[in-house]
């Protein structure tokens, strides 16, 4: 089972639009023509409700999602193996991991895995496995006792199994032999009439004939009678009891619980992570229903090939599909500025200063003497329409313009009514949340220390703007959470008037925007004159004013007093994770700063979620939490765990934390990573208002001992603490004082006296 080679994927942004889908589309279709070899278009993230239209309207399938270009176990070859019955024998077991050069063979029943034998397993049978009563107790069949010594069975029923019984070797007279053969017994033997008389006569299981020595008919009569299994074999008695161990079949010892396996879709770096921790050479590839794809081990996630990659319409690493910095770049066809995009080798970079790259698409097929098909021609000339708003951007260029009257010919459509279509489409918003509006077309920039966010509406129609606005602008604060960014900027679009009004969330908003104008302080709404599009007229303005440090505020008077609103500015806090579950295993991680001591003894804290919070109910209802302290390696996590919900995404998977198990606990789990972990049970909790306050009871505290001196103390300021502080994550700096330094007394020095006595 190999990856699909030679496929390259075409991809657009994150939050698409209307150019990143089209020109995804035709330009994949472009390199398969001229390159022969699969390029496969894809999308970054959910489509747009004027992409939609367009694709439906000249009836091309939605790309798939991308969501992730790390490579995944579906990238990789597998080993290909069928697996065993749990009925096979350790013999059987044995012989196929030879032939197959592999050192772990799954167990499976109709396809499904029930567990893994190793060869280590196997080594068992021979250095620790010491009790006669093996066989029976590991229910043998006789065809797997008959295989493994290279036998067969001349008489009784060879799949029935061992069930009681010991195995021994006749080699006594016949009375010693009575002594010790007992019914249901295995008996190895070899010529001997009276030895084989004797395990009849003792109502013996099974006999084992060595050598191949002949059996008399009436002892063959006679076991037929009893129910005898006899076995003849070519080996000594010797050889006989060495290999007859190969018999047990693979389920006595086969591991069967916890079993490492992994999916398709997993990725390879957390296989990684995974395999090191673990004893196995070669592991279970299942699908969802549990059935056997196949085995992967360490050495062929060695010669795993990057996915490769061409990007359009963008080379903002922030813009990007999540994990494009372990893909292969191969191209990037682009017309905004230079991004922060970095590649492990050189790459085909086509970026011009036009108003759409479906523009530049156009021009390629152009180029390379490629006749563009109608359908492809009007997705281009959509994209086009869309980015330029149908030539009033201040972007678009006459070579945008020429462009799209062109392929408006090719694909036979009037340019206007499709402009009109499009942008109704587009601007016709309703069923959909705050949330969904807001990030329908939005991007994110990074200036210095400062990350924004622009989403962004066009409409032909100022009520519709209006009935926008009136959703939308509520949001925007929490906006800036669920985005990770310190501002965002949402700019409704006036495709008639060519204006733009712009709605601010975040502290510093506003006051940027205004700066970057040179609007009144007392602006109510800011309509900003001429201003349509995002990569030309605002986000310029934008960064030039995030890089001046300096605002306006910063340059008053240094000594004056302003008196704010009541608020909570009680900075430096903690930023500490709060790992729980509830009672049917479901696990969660919440970033929390209102957190505090509240008493010694007992020794109790608090902390204060809010009740929409996905953790929350968790909390309420387990009773439990643990606090675990964040340090400078942890602090892309605690922030990622503070913005992201866990209703949507795995927080464990994703920030790639360990649950460990708790001392005091029964569900609330503990994060490894952290140096402390501080276990918690409820007491009480108070409704405050927007924040519920659990107050606990410490049970247990948990210290990774690695921190610890020589002299067993814990060094707690050496773990890399960091604080939160106005928005922002801070490191602790270097050491002021000690507790009590300043009311503490200076050592008098105390002069030796010199002398004799």
């Known amino acids: 089972?190999?990856?699909?080679?030679?496929?390259?994927?075409?991809?657009?942004?994150?939050?698409?639009?209307?150019?990143?889908?089209?020109?995804?589309?035709?330009?994949?279709?472009?390199?398969?023509?001229?390159?022969?070899?699969?390029?496969?278009?894809?999308?970054?993230?959910?489509?747009?409700?004027?992409?939609?239209?367009?694709?439906?309207?000249?009836?091309?399938?939605?790309?798939?999602?991308?969501?992730?270009?790390?490579?995944?176990?579906?990238?990789?070859?597998?080993?290909?193996?069928?697996?065993?019955?749990?009925?096979?024998?350790?013999?059987?077991?044995?012989?196929?991991?030879?032939e197959l050069n592999i050192h772990t063979l799954p167990v499976v029943r109709d396809g499904s895995l029930e567990g893994v034998i190793t060869i280590g397993d196997i080594a068992k049978t021979y250095m620790d496995v010491y009790d006669s009563m093996i066989l029976s107790k590991a229910r043998?069949?006789?065809?797997?006792?008959?295989?493994?010594?290279?036998?067969?069975?001349?008489?009784?029923?060879?799949?029935?199994?061992?069930?009681?019984?010991?195995?021994?070797?006749?080699?006594?007279?016949?009375?010693?032999?009575?002594?010790?053969?007992?019914?249901?017994?295995?008996?190895?033997?070899g010529d001997r009439k009276d030895a084989q008389q004797c395990a009849v006569d003792m109502e013996a299981s099974c006999m084992v004939v060595c050598q191949n020595a002949s059996i008399s008919e009436e002892i063959i009569k006679q076991a037929e009678k009893k129910q005898i299994v006899i076995i003849r074999t070519p080996h000594d008695t010797f050889t006989a009891a060495q290999h007859i161990n190969q018999s047990i079949p693979v389920k006595y010892f086969m591991t069967k619980t916890n079993l490492v396996t992994f999916k398709m879709k997993d990725y390879v770096d957390d296989v990684k992570e995974v395999m090191a921790r673990k004893r196995f050479r070669d592991f279970p590839i299942v699908d969802g229903n549990g059935k056997l794809l196949g085995l992967i081990s360490r050495r062929r996630l060695l010669n795993v090939r990057k996915k490769q990659v061409i990007l359009v319409d963008h080379n903002e690493k922030s813009q990007a599909v999540?994990?494009?910095?372990?893909?292969?770049?191969?191209?990037?066809?682009?017309?905004?500025?230079?991004?922060?995009?970095?590649?492990?080798?050189?790459?085909?970079?086509?970026?011009?200063?036009?108003?759409?790259?479906?523009?530049?698409?156009?021009?390629?097929?152009?180029?390379?003497?490629?006749?563009?098909?109608?359908?492809?021609?009007?997705?281009?000339?959509?994209?086009?329409?869309?980015?330029?708003?149908?030539?009033?951007?201040?972007?678009?260029?006459?070579?945008?313009?020429?462009?799209?009257?062109?392929?408006?010919?090719?694909?036979?459509?009037?340019?206007?009514?499709?402009?009109?279509?499009?942008?109704?489409?587009?601007?016709?918003?309703?069923?959909?949340?705050?949330?969904?509006?807001?990030?329908?077309?939005?991007?994110?920039?990074?200036?210095?220390?400062?990350?924004?966010g622009v989403g962004q509406v066009n409409s032909m129609s100022s009520d519709e703007l209006e009935g926008i606005k009136k959703k939308v602008k509520p949001y925007l604060e929490k906006a800036c959470a669920d985005s990770g960014v310190n501002m965002i900027f949402f700019m409704l679009t006036n495709i008639l008037t060519e204006s733009s009004e712009l709605l601010c969330g975040g502290p510093e908003a506003k006051e940027k925007i205004l700066n970057a104008y040179d609007l009144p302080e007392d602006t109510d709404t800011i309509m900003l004159k001429g201003v349509v599009s995002r990569k030309k007229q605002l986000v310029p303005t934008l960064v030039s004013s995030c890089s001046n440090n300096k605002t306006e505020k910063e340059r008053k008077d240094k000594m004056s007093r302003q008196i704010w609103k009541p608020g909570n500015m009680l900075y430096p806090l903690p930023a500490v994770m709060v790992s729980t579950a509830d009672k049917e295993g479901n696990s969660n991680i919440i970033t929390i700063?209102?957190?505090?001591?509240?008493?010694?003894?007992?020794?109790?804290?608090?902390?204060?979620?809010?009740?929409?919070?996905?953790?929350?109910?968790?909390?309420?209802?387990?009773?439990e939490f643990v606090i675990n302290l964040t340090t400078e390696k942890l602090t892309k996590a605690t922030d990622y765990?503070?913005?992201?919900?866990?209703?949507?995404?795995?927080?464990?998977?994703?920030?790639?934390?360990?649950?460990?198990?708790?001392?005091?606990?029964?569900?609330?789990?503990?994060?490894?990573?952290?140096?402390?972990?501080?276990?918690?049970?409820?007491?009480?909790?108070?409704?405050?208002g927007s924040h519920h306050m659990f107050l606990a009871e410490v049970t247990a505290v948990q210290v990774d001992d690695s921190y610890?001196?020589?002299?067993?103390?814990?060094?707690?300021?050496?773990?890399?603490?960091?604080?939160?502080?106005?928005?922002?994550?801070?490191?602790?700096?270097?050491?002021?004082?000690?507790?009590?330094?300043?009311?503490?007394?200076?050592?008098?020095?105390?002069?030796?006296?010199?002398?004799?006595k």
């Open 641 to 688: 765990c503070g913005v992201r919900s866990g209703e949507n995404v795995d927080k464990w998977k994703e920030c790639r934390l360990t649950q460990g198990k708790a001392s005091s606990l029964e569900f609330a789990p503990i994060i490894e990573e952290s140096p402390v972990n501080i276990e918690c049970k409820v007491k009480k909790m108070e409704e405050l």
């Open 1 to 98: 089972m190999s990856r699909q080679k030679d496929k390259i994927y075409v991809v657009g942004h994150k939050n698409p639009d209307t150019d990143s889908i089209c020109s995804a589309i035709a330009y994949a279709a472009l390199k398969t023509k001229l390159t022969g070899h699969a390029y496969e278009p894809r999308r970054a993230g959910q489509l747009n409700e004027e992409t939609q239209y367009v694709l439906e309207k000249f009836a091309v399938k939605p790309p798939k999602l991308l969501s992730d270009l790390r490579e995944q176990i579906k990238d990789v070859e597998l080993k290909e193996v069928e697996g065993l019955t749990s009925n096979s024998s350790i013999r059987t077991a044995w012989e196929t991991m030879r």
């Open 708 to 756: 610890m001196d020589d002299n067993g103390k814990f060094m707690l300021n050496n773990t890399g603490l960091i604080a939160y502080s106005h928005g922002e994550y801070l490191s602790l700096g270097e050491k002021l004082g000690q507790f009590g330094y300043s009311v503490r007394k200076k050592k008098k020095q105390t002069k030796k006296k010199s002398g004799m």
């Open 140 to 189: 043998t069949q006789y065809r797997n006792i008959a295989r493994a010594v290279d036998g067969e069975v001349i008489t009784g029923n060879e799949h029935s199994y061992l069930l009681n019984g010991k195995v021994v070797i006749a080699a006594s007279s016949r009375i010693l032999m009575s002594d010790f053969i007992s019914r249901d017994d295995l008996v190895i033997m």
């Open 322 to 452: 999540d994990g494009v910095e372990e893909a292969e770049v191969m191209e990037i066809i682009d017309h905004h500025r230079l991004g922060s995009i970095q590649t492990m080798g050189p790459v085909f970079f086509r970026n011009q200063p036009v108003g759409c790259t479906a523009t530049i698409v156009s021009q390629m097929y152009e180029e390379n003497g490629v006749e563009i098909d109608p359908t492809n021609a009007a997705l281009l000339c959509s994209a086009i329409i869309s980015d330029t708003l149908m030539f009033r951007s201040p972007t678009c260029t006459p070579l945008d313009e020429n462009t799209a009257r062109k392929l408006a010919q090719t694909a036979g459509v009037e340019i206007e009514i499709l402009a009109q279509e499009m942008f109704r489409a587009g601007s016709n918003l309703k069923g959909k949340s705050a949330q969904d509006i807001c990030f329908l077309d939005f991007k994110k920039f990074t200036v210095n220390e400062t990350v924004f």
């Open 593 to 623: 700063a209102w957190t505090g001591t509240v008493c010694t003894n007992p020794a109790m804290v608090y902390i204060s979620v809010r009740p929409e919070r996905y953790s929350y109910h968790m909390i309420k209802e387990s009773g």
